[in-house]
C-alpha cells in the first residue's frame, strides 16, 4: 500500500478529529475564562457524564465501521449493496431506541452519574445544568456515530470530515454567542451543542443518500429484521459495549479522583484531559483509516493488503505520537494559559504536564491495536485486553500509587495504556499464530465473530 491511500481516509478523519477535540478546548476555554473554578468543574463532570454515556455507545459505529468495510471489500454487486444499507438501517434503529431511552430515564441518569463522581456543591450544581441542557442531543449524537462508521466502512472519510467541521464550527460560534452574547453561563455551551449536532445529522442524512446514488441497491424489510444477522451484530457490539465502557470506568475514576482533592485539581486534570482527547482523536485518526482498510482486507481475503495497512499506519502513527509529545513539550504551558487565566489552575496543571507529554508515545499502540482489532471484528480479544488492563491494572496501581496524590493518580493512568497496548499485541500474536486475521470468515459468509 502507498502511503497516500493511509491519507485518503487517515486525513479526513485527523482533520475531523482534532476539530471534535478542538471543540472541547473552546469549551473549556470559554467556561474557563468565567472566572471561578467550579464553571470549569462542572463542565469537567458534565462532560465526563456524556463521555459514559456516548463512549458507551461507540459500538455503534465501531461495529459499523468493521461489517461495512468487509463487505465493501468483496466483489461489488447489487447484494453487497443490499447489505450495505442493511447494516446502516439496523444500526440507526439501534441508535434511535437507545436514545429514546436515555431520554426517558435522563433524571436517573444524572442522579446516578452525580452520585458515582462527587464534587463539590457548586461543580455538581453546574454539571447537571450542563447535563439536562445536553442531554437533548442524543439521538443526534448516536445518529451520527452510525453515519460515521459507515461511511468510514464504504472508504468515504471525506464526508464524515464535512459533517463533523460543520457540526464544530456552528458549534464555537454558538458558544460565544450564547455564552457571552446572552450570559448563559454552561447553559449556552449545552445548546450550542445541541443546536450545532442536529444540524450536523441533517447533513449527514443528505450525504448518506448521495453516497448510496452511487451504490445502487434496495432497503430490504425482512434482511434488517433478520434474526441471525441482528443477533451477530448483537454479539459483537457486546464485546465493544464492555470494552468501551471498561474505557469510560477508568477515565471517570480519574475524574473521581481529581474531584476528591478539589475544585483546582479537578480543573487542572479537566484541562490536561482535554490534552489527552486532542492526542487521541490525532492518533484515531489512523486507527479510523486501518479499521476501513483492514475490514477491506479481511473482506476480500488479501493477507498483502492487510499486512501492508499495518506497516503503513504504524509507520505515521508513530510519527504523529511524537509529534505531539513535541507539542506539549514546548508549547504546552501556553496552551494551558489560553485555556483559563486563573492562577491557581495553571500552576497546578503545570506540575502534571509532563505526564502528558509521555502519554502519545505510551498510548500510541493501544490506538493502532484497537484499529486493527476493529476492521477485523475480533470484538472478544478486544473485550479481554481491556478488562485486563483495567481491573487487573489500573486498579492496583492507582490502589498502590495513591500515597503520592495527583501524580500517582496519573501514573496509574499512563500504565493502563501500557497494558492495553501489550495485552492487545499479544492477542494478535495469537491469531497470527493460528489462523491469522485474514483467514478468519467474514460477517457476510455467515459465521459468527467470536
Known amino acids: 500500500m502507498n502511503h497516500s491511500t493511509m491519507w485518503r ?46 463512549w458507551g455507545m461507540g459500538f455503534l459505529r465501531m461495529s459499523t465501521t468493521g461489517l461495512t468495510a468487509q463487505i465493501h471489500g468483496q466483489a461489488n454487486n447489487q447484494d453487497d449493496n443490499n447489505a450495505c444499507r442493511t447494516i446502516l438501517a439496523q444500526s440507526l434503529i439501534t441508535a434511535f431506541l437507545i436514545a429514546m431511552i436515555l431520554l426517558i430515564f435522563q433524571k436517573q441518569i444524572a442522579d446516578l452519574a452525580l452520585w458515582i463522581i462527587e464534587g463539590s456543591a457548586e461543580a455538581a450544581f453546574y454539571a447537571r445544568t450542563y447535563f439536562e441542557w445536553s442531554i437533548w442531543g442524543a439521538p443526534a449524537v448516536l445518529s451520527l456515530l452510525v453515519m460515521t462508521g459507515w461511511f468510514l466502512g464504504m472508504q468515504n472519510a471525506k464526508a464524515t470530515l464535512i459533517f463533523a467541521v460543520t457540526v464544530n464550527i456552528i458549534n464555537v460560534i454558538l458558544d460565544f454567542v450564547f455564552v457571552f452574547g446572552f450570559d448563559m453561563d454552561v447553559r449556552g455551551v449545552a445548546l450550542a451543542s445541541v443546536i450545532a449536532l442536529y444540524i450536523g445529522m441533517l447533513l449527514a442524512v443528505f450525504l448518506v443518500f448521495r453516497e448510496l446514488r452511487t451504490n445502487q441497491g434496495e432497503w430490504r424489510i425482512s434482511d434488517i429484521l433478520h434474526i441471525q444477522g441482528l443477533k451477530e451484530i448483537l454479539a459483537l457490539n457486546q464485546d465493544i459495549f464492555i470494552r468501551t465502557i471498561c474505557l469510560i470506568f477508568v477515565f471517570a475514576f480519574f475524574i473521581r479522583q481529581g474531584a476528591k482533592q ?40 488479501n493477507k498483502k493488503a492487510f499486512v501492508d495497512s499495518v506497516k503503513t499506519a504504524t509507520f505515521w502513527s508513530f510519527i504523529v505520537a511524537i509529534s505531539f509529545a513535541l ?24 506540575q502534571y504536564l509532563p505526564w502528558m507529554i509521555l502519554s502519545p508515545i505510551v498510548a500510541v499502540w493501544c490506538f493502532l491495536l484497537d484499529g486493527i482489532f476493529i476492521g477485523a471484528t475480533r470484538a472478544k480479544e478486544m473485550r479481554n485486553s481491556m478488562l485486563i488492563s483495567t481491573l487487573l491494572v489500573f486498579l492496583p ?18 500504565v493502563f495504556f501500557v497494558a492495553r497496548g501489550l495485552t492487545l499485541a499479544y492477542a494478535s500474536f495469537q491469531i497470527e499464530r493460528e489462523d491469522g486475521f485474514v483467514l478468519i470468515k467474514s460477517f457476510s459468509q455467515g459465521k459468527s465473530f467470536n
Open 9 to 54: 481516509l487517515a486525513g479526513p478523519m485527523i482533520v475531523s478529529n482534532i476539530s471534535i477535540a478542538v471543540l472541547g478546548l473552546v469549551d473549556t476555554a470559554v467556561v474557563g475564562h468565567l472566572g471561578e473554578a467550579y464553571y470549569l468543574g462542572g463542565i469537567a463532570i458534565g462532560a465526563v457524564i456524556f463521555d459514559f454515556i456516548y
Open 262 to 301: 478539589g475544585d483546582v485539581i479537578l480543573a487542572a486534570n479537566a484541562i490536561l484531559l482535554n490534552f489527552q482527547a486532542l492526542m487521541a482523536l490525532g492518533l484515531d485518526g489512523f486507527a479510523n483509516a486501518t479499521e476501513a482498510l483492514v475490514g477491506k482486507a479481511v473482506g476480500s481475503k
Open 327 to 350: 507539542i506539549y513539550a514546548v508549547a504546552g504551558k501556553s496552551m494551558i494559559n489560553l485555556l483559563t487565566d486563573i492562577l491557581s489552575i495553571r500552576t497546578e496543571a503545570y
Open 397 to 414: 496501581a492507582w490502589y498502590l500509587l495513591q500515597g503520592y496524590g495527583n501524580h500517582g493518580l496519573w501514573l496509574a493512568f499512563i
